[in-house]
């Protein structure tokens, strides 16, 4: 957010650090650091404007008078240099001021400031025989408060620092954004028992987690954190390396803890200690008679440090779900469950957290959350009909699970099990407003807004998402494809620099090879191809985006070729629907160009597989360029019956397939009748990958059909909504059949000179295209009648 200037608090908060603007102070933990006047004055602009670029002309205006003579550029990157010495911070691995190549700064840390609560916490009722509580009285000016103390009485002092220290827990906790952050460290286990290592951590971590009021830095901030110090993944989480982990993230609360066996009985302990000064904060101990009541024990010693960390009696109360109710009372299942995050949380490596996630669900059938996070991964990697089912699962077993949790299952039901975006939705919504630390929510968040066409709210969220820790690959690449489908392709670029200066590039091949394409940038394509060459789960987006290229100048065999490698390499890499994906594609491409019995042939050829609304829209879109009426409509059918609640079926595809048929039917009135429902999704981004496929199909059909019905200058119209939207079409081949398109229209509408320009246009953007395409060939014989003054044109 950033800070109107009419209501500028005095104090603005980041981390352990507080900027005192009346004071003219920067605090740490409380205490003074020296901040030379220069370094101040770019911090108190930065903090003042979170979230936003911030540029070097901006800074030099704001800070440097006109009238200063010196070498700006090196001052300023001077001061830059002195003020992350002062914050701890590194440009390579940046927590608060992040550089912004050849544009300027960002500072990216949650910044609050010190004006009003819009509405205070719940205070807990008082215990009986308390005094009541203190009337509140209007604000003082900062001296008239200073004088105040004087005329206190000892008692009453320590009342008002009673009450000050409650409010100050209070409001430091309160979300959204004054939340101490707590690093998890280590759960020392002296059973010699291995069935409890990782285990009462990650159920710590999900208790923790449940709490609106408290922050747990994620456990891929924590392998990053170790990583930078020298340390191994693998480093056993002591109080001292802990401490150190919570230092460099600037968090507040390092929390510790261990299990041990006395006879049959079990001791836990938990200790929690203030980052900056070690003092210790709060502790809690806890029995289990035996091993069965281990988890029950890890519930007891998380609610007693939530309290002891300041959480209210109500937020305690509201959200404080048991542990075998949030996960499982299965020991072993929950070893499982906690392996399979942690593989996701060291390398996003879904492959292997599958077969942990497997492992939990065998060991108890009714674990929620691991059919959750099954589907989930899934997901993730292309496998939306298999996600389906184990959502599906997690949904019917959701009932005693923790309202976080609860509201992932729903989320993740509505979106892959229904398809109901507007559901999904605000299951995140309402996740992320109770947990506004929740990258996943806002990530959540802005996929779903932008699947629904809205790409400001889309970007937003993103930037929110990434600004959370963990920092990674995945969300940059989120960010700059927003970017890129709003045509912003400098921004795009600069997010994929960002990305890059942060060592986070590693999965930025598709979409540094759509920024190429949009730049007119062949070499760099090229470079992007090589760079992902036997790279499974990623070579496969590469070498489909390479294929459309190669259809989009007519070098059709060349992108069946690419094609048929994209969908091999995503079979050898376990990603069966994502090959499919690409079949459907390849016969949508042989339809469009006026192949007909090559597109039935891979429609077919993607039918072997069973999968989601994309790959059944992908086949049916397929055959309804083909003779085959019949089984278009047999397929337009069971993409109706099969997703009758999913938003994008209806609204986008069903549309689009029913004003394919009645094109077939040469009934073009009808089509653009069919077509009606879909003006409202017309823009959207139905099927989210980074694979640019299906996008602009219900605004590229109604074209179609207004030349069907000679109607050219409404024809032009919708044509030229997909010329305007570079970013959204890319390399999909209706963006290059479009100027073809648009010289019918134009010459229907009695426009011969810019009918003349389009299909020029067309034509030298195939002037290498493989001659026999028959698409290529009615168009070279529309220009020669045009040339000829025949008119012709229209089809």
């Known amino acids: 957010m950033t800070f109107p200037k009419a209501a500028l608090p005095t104090v603005l908060r980041f981390g352990v650090f507080e900027l005192d603007l009346e004071a003219g102070e920067l605090r740490k933990a409380g205490a003074r650091l020296r901040v030379q006047k220069q370094p101040f004055e770019i911090l108190r602009v930065l903090v003042q404007r979170p979230g936003e670029i911030v540029t070097r002309d901006e800074l030099r205006a704001e800070i440097w008078s006109a009238d200063t003579f010196v070498d700006f550029d090196n001052s300023l990157n001077t001061s830059i240099n002195k003020l992350r010495d002062v914050l701890g911070d590194t440009s390579s691995s940046p927590r608060f001021i992040e550089t912004v190549p050849r544009r300027g700064y960002r500072f990216i840390a949650p910044v609050t400031g010190n004006e009003p609560l819009a509405s205070p916490p719940p205070v807990p009722s008082p215990p009986p025989h308390a005094p009541p509580p203190l009337a509140s009285s209007p604000p003082i000016s900062r001296p008239a408060r200073r004088a105040n103390w004087k005329i206190l009485t000892p008692a009453l002092v320590l009342l008002v620092l009673l009450a000050t220290g409650l409010l100050w827990h209070m409001r430091r906790s309160h979300p959204p954004l004054e939340k101490g952050t707590i690093v998890l460290g280590g759960f020392i286990n002296r059973t010699g028992d291995s069935v409890f290592d990782g285990t009462l951590k990650q159920g710590l971590t999900v208790q923790l987690e449940q709490s609106p009021q408290l922050r747990v830095l994620p456990e891929e901030q924590v392998q990053d954190t170790l990583r930078m110090m020298g340390r191994q993944d693998t480093v056993e989480l002591t109080p001292d390396v802990t401490r150190e982990v919570c230092q460099r993230n600037s968090a507040a609360v390092a929390l510790n803890g261990s299990i041990s066996m006395i006879g049959g009985r079990y001791d836990l302990t938990l200790r929690a200690v203030d980052c900056g000064s070690d003092a210790l904060l709060g502790s809690a101990e806890t029995q289990s008679p035996d091993k069965n009541h281990v988890l029950d024990a890890v519930s007891k010693l998380a609610s007693g440090m939530r309290e002891k960390l300041g959480e209210s009696l109500s937020s305690l109360s509201q959200y404080n779900t048991p542990l075998v109710s949030a996960t499982t009372p299965s020991m072993a299942a929950l070893r499982c469950y906690s392996q399979g995050v942690e593989a996701e949380a060291k390398d996003f490596d879904y492959k292997v957290s599958l077969s942990w996630f497997q492992k939990a669900i065998e060991l108890d059938p009714h674990f929620a959350m691991a059919y959750w996070a099954l589907g989930d991964a899934y997901g993730n990697i292309g496998e939306s009909n298999t996600a389906k089912l184990y959502v599906q699962k997690a949904f019917e077993l959701r009932e005693p699970v923790s309202q976080r949790e609860k509201w992932l299952i729903e989320g993740g039901y509505y979106y892959y099990a229904i398809g109901d975006i507007t559901k999904a939705r605000r299951s995140f919504e309402l996740m992320a407003k109770v947990y506004p630390d929740s990258q996943y929510a806002h990530n959540s968040v802005a996929e779903m807004a932008e699947t629904l066409g809205e790409y400001d709210t889309g970007l937003r969220e993103y930037?929110?998402?990434?600004?959370?820790?963990?920092?990674?690959?995945?969300?940059?690449?989120?960010?700059?494809?927003?970017?890129?489908?709003?045509?912003?392709?400098?921004?795009?670029?600069?997010?994929?620099?960002?990305?890059?200066?942060?060592?986070?590039?590693?999965?930025?091949?598709?979409?540094?090879?759509?920024?190429?394409?949009?730049?007119?940038?062949?070499?760099?394509?090229?470079?992007?191809?090589?760079?992902?060459?036997?790279?499974?789960?990623?070579?496969?987006?590469?070498?489909?985006?390479?294929?459309?290229?190669?259809?989009?100048?007519?070098?059709?065999?060349?992108?069946?070729?690419?094609?048929?490698?994209?969908?091999?390499?995503?079979?050898?890499?376990?990603?069966?629907?994502?090959?499919?994906?690409?079949?459907?594609?390849?016969?949508?491409?042989?339809?469009?160009?006026?192949?007909?019995?090559?597109?039935?042939?891979?429609?077919?050829?993607?039918?072997?597989?069973?999968?989601?609304?994309?790959?059944?829209?992908?086949?049916?879109?397929?055959?309804?360029?083909?003779?085959?009426?019949?089984?278009?409509?047999?397929?337009?059918?069971?993409?109706?019956?099969?997703?009758?609640?999913?938003?994008?079926?209806?609204?986008?595809?069903?549309?689009?397939l029913r004003a394919r048929l009645e094109l077939m039917r040469l009934r073009p009135q009808q089509a653009l009748d069919a077509l009606v429902s879909a003006t409202a999704c017309d823009l959207n981004l139905p099927a989210y990958s980074y694979y640019n496929w299906p996008n602009l199909y219900p605004v590229y059909v109604r074209g179609e059909a207004y030349l069907a019905a000679h109607r050219g200058a409404e024809a032009a119209a919708e044509f030229q909504k997909i010329v305007a939207h570079r970013g959204l079409v890319l390399n999909e081949p209706i963006g290059a059949l479009t100027r073809l398109q648009l010289g019918r229209a134009y010459v229907l509408s009695g426009d011969t000179v810019k009918g003349r320009a389009s299909y020029e246009q067309f034509l030298a953007l195939w002037k290498d295209a493989d001659p026999d395409i028959p698409t290529l060939k009615q168009a070279k014989a529309e220009y020669a009648s045009l040339q000829k003054g025949i008119g012709g044109g229209a089809r």
Request: charge should be negative; charged fraction near 20%; include cysteine.
């Open 463 to 656: 930037l929110q998402a990434l600004h959370l820790p963990p920092r990674s690959s995945f969300l940059y690449r989120d960010v700059a494809n927003t970017y890129l489908v709003m045509d912003r392709v400098d921004d795009a670029l600069a997010e994929v620099q960002n990305a890059h200066a942060a060592g986070l590039d590693g999965n930025l091949a598709g979409i540094n090879y759509s920024i190429a394409f949009y730049r007119d940038d062949p070499r760099e394509m090229a470079r992007q191809v090589a760079s992902v060459a036997g790279k499974p789960g990623i070579e496969d987006q590469v070498l489909a985006l390479e294929a459309d290229t190669a259809a989009y100048f007519g070098q059709l065999e060349t992108a069946r070729g690419l094609s048929e490698r994209a969908a091999e390499s995503a079979e050898r890499a376990g990603q069966k629907e994502s090959s499919a994906q690409y079949y459907a594609a390849f016969a949508v491409r042989e339809g469009l160009f006026g192949n007909p019995d090559r597109a039935l042939q891979q429609a077919m050829n993607a039918g072997r597989y069973s999968g989601g609304r994309d790959l059944d829209y992908g086949i049916a879109l397929a055959v309804t360029y083909s003779r085959d009426l019949n089984r278009a409509q047999a397929l337009t059918s069971a993409v109706a019956s099969r997703f009758p609640e999913d938003t994008i079926v209806q609204c986008n595809y069903l549309p689009t």
